[in-house]
């Protein structure tokens, strides 16, 4: 289970970080590297991951001064980096550090460096950058003290003010912002045994260095050493903050013993209700969520569509591919009246796109939903698992792009799902206890499309349901096409897999539609 820490908090806090990624232990602070003149690169941190996956795991000790490790979630919020203290403010330099403090359930020090040209110094940790509002706080009790992580400033809005872009707080999560993007899901480094009973483990990032940039950068460069109990790797990410922001990713690999299911690239989200569920209480908002829908691009030419659901019970389905193109969890609804949110505006909520770089193999794309019953918790994950898993010892590399999008989102050529709506409409009686499903598509084709063209529906259901009916009809509200189904289910303790696209004649007209009806 994931803990939202609030949609309604400053932005300088993460909305929502995972309570079981908090304990999670920090790595062996390897050794300060001061300002030696050497060439850091990707290849250094790469380095030190080696060396710490041939040494045992070290616990680190989680214990915090009373006046900070008994503070609220509210009490931790009040505790503010002062701005005049950024990095690299003084300088006028396009990028700013700002940091976070150590506090609440943030008991973990993270190391961060600044790389100037050939010297490394780390960043040292000062109580006296932080206001620290109501809070009673001796200062000198914080003087062992680390930062829990930071947050990355650039102009992206406007000219005249630095907006956060980039902030890295807990475990291996980080989160990424563009142009009219307020925050919602997360990226993390990596996802071991999600969704498995044996439970799962949370790697941390423990150290960063970041690359002092010039006058007229448009990039950073930021490199993180990762740990945990049975991995540690070494990353590059590469911050390309605009219209919509970028990060290149590059990371490599060691596992110290074998992992049951290694979730590479992974984002987590929250899907509370939508258009395909409705609340279960009485919500004055039609729909809450970061992401509504699943989109995989298969790598053969096939786009996938998986509309978010809130299981009843945990539901772990995923799309086995070779080589796949790309895949992300999506806020593809950009309309405020679909929210009525105006503190959470989820309509501004980016969706994340995963681009690999080079060929990822065989594989799965797999997406793990967990009953939440509130907005609090974080409850979807998705993730690559490769088929041949990395071998004990040796190095694994994986690099990809990550998209935070909002108007110029990843969409399938042809057309695309905006909607999947649950239930009958009117009717007089449902003798035959089925389900009714509405999918509405639009797209560029259709404005093609020959008016003699009628697209049909073709619709497939797994052992577990039976197709009662289908039909497409035209949407003359929106210019695209309507596919409306019924389906009853045989046994009502499994779900329903259901697979639909448009076709006009022999010609493919839509992404595929992939859905499943939850177990009663």
Known sequence: MHLNLSQRTPSCIPARVRLAALPISLALLLPCIGNNAFAFDFNTVARRAKELADTSYSKPDTTLPKDIGNLSYEQYK?????????????????????????????????????INGQ????????????????????????????????????????????????????????????????????????????????GEEFPRFTEFWVERPTTSAKELTIYALLNSRRVTGAYRFVLK???????????????????????????????????????????????????????????TGEWIWRPLVNPKRLLVTSYALSNPAGFGLMQRDRNFASYQDLDARFEKHPSAWIQPKGNWGNGRVELVQIPTPDETNDNIVAFWVPETPPKVGQ??????????QKDAEKRPPLSWVTQTRRGQGYQKKNDDNSVGLIVDFE???????????????????????????????????????????????????KPVELRGFLRGGSTTLSETWSYILPPN
């Open 78 to 114: 009040d505790i503010r980096f002062k701005p005049e203290k950024s990095l690299w403010r003084s300088q006028k330099l396009p990028f700013e550090l700002a940091f976070f403090h150590e506090g609440y359930a943030f008991d973990q020090p993270v190391k961060i460096n600044e």
């Open 119 to 198: 010297s490394v110094r780390e960043i040292r940790f000062d109580a006296n950058d932080f206001e620290f509002g109501d809070n009673k706080v001796d200062l000198r009790k914080l003087r062992s003290l680390g930062f829990a992580g930071f947050r990355v400033h650039y102009p992206v809005n406007t000219p005249k003010y630095k907006d956060e872009v980039l902030s890295f707080l807990g475990a291996s999560y980080f989160r990424g912002l563009g142009k009219d993007q307020s925050y919602g899901l997360s990226a993390r480094g990596l996802a071991i045994d999600t969704g498995l009973s044996s």
């Open 241 to 299: 903050p605009g219209v919509d922001t970028a990060i290149d990713v590059k990371a490599q690999l060691y596992l110290r013993e074998n992992v049951s299911k290694l979730g590479l690239a992974p984002l987590t989200s929250m899907y509370l209700h939508g258009d395909n569920q409705r609340s279960a209480n009485e919500d004055f908002r039609p729909e809450v969520h970061d992401s509504d829908g699943l989109s995989v691009a298969s790598g």
């Open 395 to 404: 190095p694994f590399n994986l690099e990809y792009t990550l998209l935070w």
């Open 443 to 493: 797209g560029p084709v259709f404005k093609k499309l020959s008016d003699k063209v009628q697209p049909e529906g073709v619709v497939s259901v797994d052992d577990n349901g039976k197709l009662l009916d289908t039909k497409v009809i035209r949407n003359d509200a929106t210019g695209g096409w309507r596919m409306i189904l019924r389906v009853r289910r045989n046994e009502d303790n």
